[in-house]
């Protein structure tokens, strides 16, 4: 098989996973890949650091790899795409970094590998070199570039990295080289499967853990689940995460950095597709790093933040958002004011004039400007709204409008962390997801166990224990 050929000082990495992690027929591939995109439906973000995606083979964990790419807004434009793995071929206790090629081809085109870049950063330090070993027939970089080619219009070089070490030390060293380039230009791509081959119920409480760990945002926690769970001896399992080299030099990238937040957003593991049993399976998890736009962006998200004024200019806009839809008509507001262009979520909750729930639909993300969210959810709100049918005509005068701004969710491991009145909750079990506003508890005279047991079987679908194993964040609303 050639693995790269030449053309000139033009050296092309060919697609040596295609017909083996996903089929060679480019126009199969488009239409396998934008119907795993499909199937996600999120709200783009902008602010996207990084993801961690599986790199099997497309019909074992295709649609959790497009969970994540998902998230990403397709209009973005970074400068470099970061692609790191851990190696399955070759040891080098060092990192290989693809100074070799000018460009990785897939069956959809090429993809420019930034080589000047490349260079710089292999001269850096000695805890990188090339091994054209270690890329020529690895699959785990190369399997996530179809994902990138059909989801973002503005495909930038990339920088492929083979981590073959579990050297500390060295994984430090890697950290330290790339911190620079861990920015908002850039994204970073980390590719890992997780549990391999215990059996279906085994997977998911392994997977279980080790997402957790990922989700504390601690590197050492992270480390020791992955002993913890190597030390329970659990039949046929070889290891819980084969990028774990990889995932580690992200964690470092973020340690003790607040302005990074973790999310889960997909699990499945072989066992859920249809091409193979239960016996032995691998797992499959998608997170996406986000990066907040600043803390003190947020800082003023309290009871004074919005004057008077501000809130009249909101529940203007959210009016206006609704009319213009009953007309038919485009609306796009503007606002001079800079604490409506604060990037945070809200709520839209709408009740007729004799109290009577009509709708309410918000947004949790803080990826974009608040008078465009309120805009957005208000006309969502009334429209589309599943429990409710669409907003008639005459029924505009006749409603009531309520607004609730959000502060960022924050990661809550205990049911103890929330307070009653105060927070919110959104909780996440799967592909299951759901909140309930802080205000929700003034109406009903709720422990914090029922709070939170109510939402979980009323809301996201899990049960009333539902939320004992779900991931839990809190947030605080202004509410008008």
Request: aromatic share 10%; with cysteine.
């Amino acid at each position: 098989m050639t693995i790269f050929h030449h053309t000139s000082n033009y050296q092309i990495r060919s697609a040596v996973a295609a017909n083996q992690f996903y089929t060679s027929n480019a126009q199969e591939l488009v239409q396998l890949i934008d119907g795993y995109l499909s199937e996600h439906h999120f709200i783009p973000r902008n602010d996207i650091a990084a993801v961690i995606v599986p790199h099997a083979g497309y019909m074992f964990s295709g649609k959790v790899a497009a969970s994540a790419f998902a998230q990403i807004n397709p209009e973005r434009r970074y400068q470099h795409i970061f692609l790191i793995g851990s190696s399955h071929q070759v040891w080098l206790n060092k990192a290989s970094i693809a100074t070799g090629y000018s460009a990785y081809e897939t069956p959809l085109g090429q993809v420019l590998v930034d080589e000047k870049l490349a260079n710089q950063i292999k001269e850096s330090d000695s805890v990188f070199t090339f091994s054209e070993q270690a890329h020529a027939s690895e699959h785990c970089l190369e399997v996530q570039l179809p994902f990138l080619q059909r989801h973002l219009k503005h495909i930038p070089a990339i920088v492929p990295i083979i981590i073959s070490t579990q050297d500390i030390n060295k994984l430090e060293r890697i950290a330290t080289v790339l911190k620079p380039y861990f920015t908002s230009d850039n994204l970073f791509v980390i590719s890992s499967d997780f549990s391999h081959y215990p059996n279906y119920s085994d997977a998911k409480l392994i997977d279980s853990a080790t997402a957790n760990a990922i989700l504390s945002q601690d590197v050492n926690t992270f480390l020791q689940i992955l002993d913890q769970n190597s030390l329970q001896h659990i039949a046929n399992l070889q290891t819980s995460a084969c990028g774990e080299s990889a995932i580690t030099v992200l964690m470092m990238l973020t340690q003790d950095h607040k302005e990074y937040q973790y999310r889960h957003i997909m699990y499945q593991n072989s066992g859920d597709s249809n091409y193979t049993d239960h016996d032995r399976v691998v797992g499959y998890h998608a997170f996406t790093i986000s990066r907040m736009q600043s803390i003190k962006d947020h800082s003023n998200l309290e009871a004074g933040y919005l004057c008077k004024a501000d809130k009249q200019v909101l529940k203007t806009i959210a009016k206006k958002s609704i009319l213009a839809r009953l007309k038919g008509k485009a609306y796009n507001p503007h606002t001079d004011t800079e604490a409506l262009k604060t990037k945070c979520g809200a709520f839209i909750t709408i009740h007729t004039k004799k109290g009577k729930l009509r709708g309410c639909i918000g947004h949790l993300a803080d990826d974009m400007p608040l008078y465009q969210c309120v805009a957005q959810m208000a006309s969502a709100a009334a429209f589309d709204d599943p429990r409710f049918y669409p907003l008639r005509a005459y029924e505009y005068d006749e409603i009531t409008i309520e607004i609730s701004v959000l502060t960022p969710m924050k990661r809550i491991y205990n049911i103890n962390e929330f307070q009653l009145h105060r927070d919110g909750i959104f909780m996440r079990k799967g592909n299951r997801s759901g909140t309930f506003l802080p205000q929700v508890a003034d109406d009903v005279k709720w422990t914090k166990e029922e709070f939170f047991g109510h939402c979980a079987q009323d809301k996201v679908g899990i049960g009333w224990d539902g939320w004992k194993d779900a991931e839990l964040y809190t947030y605080q609303a202004i509410a008008f």
